[in-house]
C-alpha cells in the first residue's frame, strides 16, 4: 500500500509524539523539580531535548558515576533558550553543548567560525559563574540538506548553489531557526537566501526527515551526525562563505561543581576520547532498528575508552 505524503507526515507526527511522551520530552523536567541549587557534592546534568544531545550528557552522568560523584538528571529541558539560563540560575550544573551555537547565543553579533578562536572567545565570555572545560574533536553542525534527486536536478553542491532556487523552496526545520544567528538570518545576510516558506518541525528528528523525503519541504537543517544523512541518501550542501561556525562539543559548568578534580577530570577525559567518526557511529548505533538503550550505549563507550 502506497501512503500519501501527508499520511506520512501524519504517522511522522504520531512517531515523534510517542517517543517524546515516552522519554519525557514533551514536559520541562524542572518544572517537577526543585528549583534550588543542587546539593553539595551532586552534579545536576542537563541536556537539550534531542537524541544525541541526551547521549552526551548520559556518558557524561555515567562517567562521573563511575568515578564516585553524585549525580542527578535533569535530560530533555528544551532548547539553547530554555537549558541556558537554567544553568545560568543554577537550576542545573552542567550540560554538553556545541561551541559555535553557544557563541552566538551569548554574542550575536561574534564572527568567529574557526574552532581554536570560538573556544577562546567562549572562555572569556561566559558568566563569571560559569566555566568552560576542554573541548572535544567531536564536532556536529546544523547543515542544509537536500535530497540527493533535488540535489541532481538542479545541479547543488553548495548552499550559494541553493541561493538562486531560494524563493522556490520551503525549508524545514526547527522553530528556533528562524531567528538565530546563524539560522534563517545568516543564509539571507551571506547567501541573499530567502525561502518561500519556513515550516516548523523538530532538530533533525522524524519529522523533518519525513518532510524532506516526501517532498514537503527541499531543504531542511538537519545536524551533520545525524544517521538519517547516509540512510536516506541525503546531500548536505557545502557551506563557502562558513554561516555554520566550528560546533566542537564541550561541557559548560558551574565554575563551583567544576572544583572537584574527579569531575573536571572524567570530563576533560571523556573529551579526549570523543571524535565525529565517534560520534555519528553513537548516533548511527541509537538509530538502529533494536533502538538500544542510550544509558547502555553510553556504559559501552565508556568502557571501550578506557573509562569505566
Known sequence: MIRSPRAL???????????????????????????????????????????????????????????????ERRFGIGSRETYFPALQRGEIDLVPDYTGNLLQFINPQATATASDQIYQ?????????????????????????????????????????????????TFGGPPEFQQRTYGVPGLQRLYGCTFREFRALDEGGPLTIAALRDGTVQAADIFTTDASIPENDFVVLEDPRSNFAAQNVVPVINRAKASDPRVTGTLDQISSRLDTATLTDLNRRLAGPDRPDPAQVARDWLASAGIA
Do not use: H, M, W
Request: glycine share 8%; charged share 15%; with cysteine.
Open 121 to 169: 572567545q567562549l572562555t572569556t565570555g561566559l558568566p563569571p559563574q560559569l566555566q568552560l572545560l576542554a573541548q572535544s574533536a567531536a564536532e556536529d553542525k546544523d547543515a542544509v540538506v537536500v535530497t540527493r534527486a533535488f540535489a541532481t536536478q538542479n545541479n547543488l553542491r553548495s548552499i550559494q548553489d541553493l541561493a538562486p532556487l531560494c524563493g522556490t523552496v
Open 9 to 71: 507526515l501524519a504517522a511522522a507526527v504520531l512517531a515523534v509524539g510517542v517517543f517524546l511522551a515516552g522519554c519525557g520530552a514533551d514536559s520541562d523536567p524542572l518544572a517537577t523539580q526543585p528549583a534550588a541549587p543542587s546539593a553539595q557534592g551532586t552534579v545536576r546534568i542537563g541536556s537539550a531535548n534531542f537524541t544525541e544531545n541526551r547521549l552526551l550528557a548520559e556518558i557524561y552522568a555515567t562517567g562521573l558515576e563511575i568515578r564516585g560523584v553524585t549525580v
